[in-house]
């Protein structure tokens, strides 16, 4: 097989992974959206350890996802400014290891989820106005996204990194 060309290979590598964000949020719907949300597709935030084009990727898929969201438009920029956020800091502390595995690098879609979405989600819940609707809101996100990150996504981590799929791609 002949080997694509490093722009080549990033554009493809971003469009697949936006379009497996998409799908897998589309798949669970009824989980993705919500007060508690067990987004599956969240577990691909692990991918910027492994190729910057995920930045691109998991922003795409994003706004693709949030397309079908309740709360509207307001959603799709906002959570893919969360979306962003993460993986740009996850990409930034891939190299920050304990055993072996970049387990710092998983927390970064809990705490940018958690935060922003968790303000916007206060905003349109009847009765979630202030501090404790924050924090309700907030954690309910955070707690979705650290079962999904830390689950599926550290499964995902293991996986890609025993099987080099992207050393085999170049990045």
Partial sequence: MKKMKKG???TVQAALIAAIYAALTYAV???SFGATQ???SEALTVLPVFTPAAI???AIGCIIANIGSPYGPIDILLGTVATVLAALA???TRNIKIKNIPLLSFI???VFNGIIIGAEIMMFTPGQAGIVGFFTSASGVALGEIVVCYTLGFLLY???EKSKVFKKLGD
């Fill in 108 to 110: 970064f879609p809990t």
């Fill in 90 to 92: 996850t990409r930034l």
């Fill in 38 to 40: 067990f987004r599956i």
């Fill in 56 to 58: 691109p990727g998991l």
């Fill in 158 to 160: 293991i996986g890609l």
């Fill in 29 to 31: 719907a009824p989980l």
């Fill in 8 to 10: 080549t290979a990033y």
